[in-house]
Nanobody, 121 residues
Framework: QVQLVESGGGLAQAGGSLRLSCVAS????????MAWYRQAPGKERELVAN???????NYADSVKGRFTISRDSVNKALYLQMNSMKPEDTAVYYC???????????????WGQGTQVTVSS
């Protein structure tokens, strides 16, 4: 079993920055999609950004131009640089490491425990 440990959450002021990290307990060689999700109180979990094993990134419209997702070269660590933060970015942020077949069916995935991010106005 793989554990994902997140860090870097906390309190930021509007316009400020935070950097989230997610580190796996071991390298998972066949992971091909890594992502950050978030869940605000009373709302469903939503995709923030993801990155493929080829380095292709995808962002939610709400964070484009402000957040940057990156990973290390061995699929063990994932990062989210959050700049120009807004109060509506307040949520619990979760990392996710997954493997998908070419058909689009997910083979397996792992979730982090979540880290709270709070942005004050």
């Amino acid at each position: 079993q793989v554990q994902l440990v997140e860090s870097g959450g906390g309190l930021a002021q509007a316009g400020g920055s935070l950097r989230l990290s997610c580190v796996a307990s071991r390298t998972i060689l066949d992971i091909n999609l890594m992502a950050w999700y978030r869940q605000a109180p009373g709302k469903e979990r939503e995709l923030v950004a993801n990155i493929t094993s080829d380095g292709v990134t995808n962002y939610a419209d709400s964070v484009k131009g402000r957040f940057t997702i990156s990973r290390d070269s061995v699929n063990k660590a994932l990062y989210l640089q959050m700049n120009s933060m807004k109060p509506e970015d307040t949520a619990v942020y979760y990392c996710n490491f997954a493997r998908y077949y070419s058909s689009g069916v997910r083979s397996y995935n792992f979730w982090g425990q979540g880290t709270q991010v709070t942005v004050s106005s």
